[in-house]
T-cell receptor, first 116, second 113 residues
């Protein structure tokens, strides 16, 4: 197992275009998280899945954002009609949580989005 | 709302020094606290995880402590090396605010040779 994998690593897009990012979590991890990080700040929570169910979404996740995790495996994060304010690092993490609260989270290398 | 702060925001030390990074959180109801390292333009690497019932964890030159009642954690780095230069982030897993992790803004560490 090589850890959490994200693709692409970098994406430059024109304002108004749609973009989609992919995250492959660690095998058998049931929880998958998406975070956004801007320069000099800590990551901010966007959404998380428990298996294939999207259980929580941040108010940061506007209607232009949608995330899926079909069959509880990989996940995609789509941003429609991108804006310059969407420029950030998008981080994916996964964890194996069996009961109660969270266990150790493992992060991918992130996708750096630049909207021009 | 759970809030996490980290002090100092930046730190520069000569090689070989021992140093302490601080993390504070406002709500003591947490499942665990995790310390991460982030190199420029990269993702996060997990360093240490402390469960709410634990007081400290050690890994090599790193030692993290947790005082849940006072809402504080420290990351101690012994005999610092230039390769330790990175941003260090702490994150808590709150009991009352959803099943996600709340991050501090990080401490940017520079270890000078």
């Amino acid at each position: 197992d090589t850890g959490v994998s994200q693709d692409p690593r970098h994406k430059i897009t024109k304002r108004g275009q749609n973009v989609t990012f992919r995250c492959d979590p660690i095998s058998e991890h049931n929880r998958l998280y998406w975070y956004r990080q801007t320069l000099g700040q800590g990551p901010e929570f966007l959404t998380y899945f428990q298996n294939e169910a999207q259980l929580e979404k941040s108010r940061l996740l506007s209607d232009r954002f949608s995330a899926e995790r079909p069959k509880g495996s990989f996940s995609t994060l789509e941003i429609q009609r991108t804006e310059q304010g969407d420029s950030a690092m998008y981080l994916c993490a996964s964890s194996l949580t069996l009961t109660g609260g969270n266990t150790e989270a493992f992060f991918g290398q992130g996708t750096r989005l630049t909207v021009v | 709302k759970q809030e996490v702060t980290q002090i100092p925001a930046a730190l520069s030390v000569p090689e070989g020094e021992n140093l302490v990074l601080n993390c504070s959180f406002t709500d003591s109801a947490i499942y665990n606290l995790q310390w991460f390292r982030q190199d420029p333009g990269k993702g996060l690497t997990s360093l240490l995880l402390i469960q709410s019932s634990q007081r400290e964890q050690t890994s090599g030159r790193l030692n993290a402590s947790l005082d849940k009642s006072s809402g504080r954690s420290t990351l101690y780095i012994a005999a610092s090396q230039p390769g330790d230069s990175a941003t260090y982030l702490c994150a808590v897993s709150p009991v009352n605010y959803g099943q996600n992790f709340v991050f501090g803004p990080g401490t940017r560490l520079s270890v000078l040779p």
